[in-house]
């Protein structure tokens, strides 16, 4: 039975979602404006219009509604954290902005390399992307790290995490998910992880990443759930069996891996991958995916700290993928990522 009720729910929230964090968007911008004009990069490719970016906006939107209403998986809700709570991260991001917008005029993005832990994580690592203050390694960048992205993406970065539970969904069709073991690569704050147990109480869920404050978020935002496996490793040499895993997700990661960390930790996906499991991989647009876009990801690493962004913009992920045996299955586009949906070879 079609569950329109849950649709109207879904259609409902993320469309109050949508307005506040357009609102927090436009303030933001506001506000950089007023801590001083830097001339804005212009980027010599084409850019959509407003109006573009809101109609595929509004089809994300529309795409996860549709989805609920045909019980492929319940209606989002993407936050553990209590209101109140949100509400101080909201004023913390902007409390940090003068902070981060003068380094960002610097192109200065090594506060993460003060922190203690940058000695125990790769130099590639341990500096600030996005021009976020102490990088990945800080439990005060944990906190504001969604506020920030949903911002930025006008509240669509949980919605384009969610396109990965279609894929999922049909996976999980005739399986019993108590059977069934799914890694997060690089989980960050646990948001789509909350998604996956929402979805299926009884999988077993793991989410391994190289931060640990990000970690310590995840697990609160799991609070009141059945919890996941959360392990602190680099995606490039996975402490984990080979074959132990029938899923394994990877959401807005590559871009930020140079190429050769990008391969290995693809290597490492299908290493631990069951033959026939599933990879379902989700990162941005590349250049040409959508041509009238291309200008914006000729931006995005002018205006944030995104140094191996540029490669992973042209890079051959499809035969990346095909090489360590993980077959195509279905490629589409939406909104501002990519998702790629791919097979592990089973043994001839
Ligand atoms: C842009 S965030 C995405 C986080 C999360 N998947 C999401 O959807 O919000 C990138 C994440 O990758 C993690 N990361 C970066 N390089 C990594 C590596 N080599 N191994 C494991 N995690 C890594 C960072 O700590 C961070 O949590």
Redesign the pocket.
């Known amino acids: 039975m079609a569950d329109t009720l849950g649709m109207a729910a879904q259609l409902a929230g993320q469309s109050l979602r949508f307005g506040w964090y357009f609102a927090l968007n436009r303030a933001l911008d506001w506000r950089t404006d007023q801590l001083g004009k830097t001339p804005r990069y212009k980027p010599t490719r084409p850019v959509p219009t407003m109006q573009q970016l809101l109609a595929d906006r509004a089809q994300l939107l529309m795409a996860d509604a549709m989805a609920v209403r045909d019980g492929l998986y319940p209606p989002m809700d993407d936050d553990g954290a209590s209101p109140l709570r949100y509400l101080g991260r909201v004023r913390q991001m902007f409390a940090d902005l003068p902070e981060a917008y003068a380094r960002r005029a610097e192109k200065d993005a090594t506060t993460a390399k003060a922190e203690a832990a940058a000695a125990s994580v790769?130099d590639y690592?341990a500096q600030d992307?996005h021009f976020q203050t102490g990088g990945?390694l800080t439990e005060d960048s944990a906190s504001l790290?969604?506020v920030q992205?949903e911002t930025l993406f006008m509240g669509a970065?949980g919605p384009m995490?969610r396109t990965a539970l279609t894929p999922i969904a049909e996976f999980m069709r005739g399986r019993d998910q108590r059977q069934v073991t799914l890694l997060?690569?690089?989980?960050?704050?646990g948001?789509?992880l909350r998604q996956v147990r929402l979805a299926y109480p009884a999988m077993q869920l793991k989410g391994?990443?190289?931060?640990q404050p990000?970690l310590d978020e995840a697990a609160r935002q799991l609070k009141g759930l059945r919890s996941a496996e959360l392990m602190q490793?680099?995606?490039?040499a996975m402490p984990l069996a080979d074959a132990s895993a029938d899923i394994v997700t990877?959401?807005?990661?590559f871009h930020?891996?140079p190429p050769q960390?990008r391969r290995a930790?693809t290597a490492e996906v299908a290493r631990v991958l069951k033959p026939g499991g599933l990879f379902v991989f989700?990162d941005s647009l590349q250049m040409g995916d959508k041509p009238g876009w291309d200008g914006l990801l000729e931006a995005f690493p002018e205006r944030f700290h995104e140094p191996y962004y540029r490669h992973y913009a042209i890079d051959d992920l499809d035969g990346m993928f095909e090489a360590a045996g993980l077959q195509a299955d279905t490629t589409s586009t939406p909104f501002l990522a990519k998702l790629m949906v791919r097979t592990k070879t089973p043994p001839v």
């Open positions: 790769p690592y992307f990945y790290y969604d992205v970065a995490r997060d690569v690089a989980c960050g704050t948001r789509f391994l990443d190289l931060s990000y490793a680099p995606g490039e990877s959401i807005f990661l930020e891996l960390v930790v989700i």
